[in-house]
């Protein structure tokens, strides 16, 4: 993890001063889509072609996977055609399944479970804007999903302090948070699960949230919205921050649920420069599983 997030690092400095890479020349990267994506998969696209590749989107509604064609088939198939294939899915088992019939490898772009190379993205900032990754602190409001559980594992690699408050039901999955503290006990970080939103954010470096209906929870909308009301950020529970404590969102932002305008908006913010850093990610992750 961090090596990626050096790397990261590293390729934006190069990208910037258009300093051609072409550790992806000839290679043809599938960007498999089940889920809509704006950051995600333009960062993946354009880091393609940074990176000497080809791009190829798969819209997974415009596949025969939409009309019953087997995840293990289409796998094959692709596996066939693509060096790499990218893949944002509602469930991680379809992942499993590509990963172990295409042959390629394969990058997680969000599943129901992790947004791997949104953490990467996100240490990134971190670390450009703190200095370091260890022993920050980074409080994470809200859902305890697929964002919450990669920033646990992220965190806990790189010696980070990662504290996550949600509302009752709404926690990050035990067996995740039972491996991030394994992974912590290793590189001097620390994971903990709070509920009061303000002691979460009392010691932070770094305040995060993200949404709190996801895609595939638009049933849960009222019942979630009551559920998370007071695990908004906005300025009174920055307040319980420390003053150096900066605001971070993956986007896209709902503003007035999880995020208020004037803190997204504000000096603090940096989910601008987050949104940025994910073409880096991207390239980086790309990078790493073709080298
Ligand atoms: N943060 C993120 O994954 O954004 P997109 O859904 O636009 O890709």
């Known amino acids: 993890m961090e090596s990626l997030v050096s790397r990261a690092g590293t390729l934006k400095k190069q990208f910037k001063l258009r300093q051609p890479w072409g550790v992806l020349s000839g290679a043809a990267v599938g960007l498999l889509f089940e ?3 704006t ?3 333009t960062s993946f696209e354009v880091a393609t072609l940074r990176l000497g590749g080809s ?3 798969l819209a997974a509604n415009e596949l025969q996977l939409s009309r019953g ?12 055609y693509l060096d790499v294939i990218v893949a944002r899915v509602f469930s991680q088992k379809t992942l499993t399944q590509l990963a172990a019939y295409s042959g390629k490898p394969v990058i997680n772009a969000l599943s129901d ?3 791997p190379t949104q953490a990467v993205s996100d240490l990134l900032t971190i670390k450009e804007v703190k200095g370091r990754l260890q022993g920050t602190t980074l409080a994470y409001i809200g859902d305890g999903n697929n964002v919450c559980n990669s920033l646990l594992l992220a965190g806990a690699l790189t010696g980070m302090n990662v504290i996550v408050a949600s509302p009752e039901g709404y926690e990050p999955g035990a067996a995740l948070v039972r491996k991030a503290k394994s992974l912590a006990k290793s590189t001097g970080g620390s994971i903990d699960v709070v509920r009061d939103p303000k002691d979460a954010v009392a010691a932070a470096d770094a305040v995060y949230t993200d949404v709190w209906v996801s895609m595939g929870e638009e049933k849960e909308e009222d019942t979630r919205i009551r559920a998370f009301k007071r695990y908004q950020v906005n300025s009174a529970l920055l307040r319980a921050a420390p003053r150096r404590a900066i605001i971070m969102h993956c986007l896209p932002a709902h503003r007035g649920l999880e995020i208020t305008d004037d803190v997204l908006e504000g000096a603090r913010s940096v989910a601008w420069q987050q949104g940025e850093n994910k073409l880096y990610g991207a390239a980086a992750s790309l990078e790493f599983v073709v080298k």
Request: without cysteine; aromatic residues 4%.
């Open 69 to 80: 064609e087997p995840v293990k088939d289409t796998a094959r198939i692709l596996g066939g």
């Open 39 to 41: 950051r995600t998969r």
């Open 55 to 57: 791009p190829v989107y």
């Open 113 to 115: 479970t992790e947004h």
């Open 35 to 37: 889920k809509p994506s």
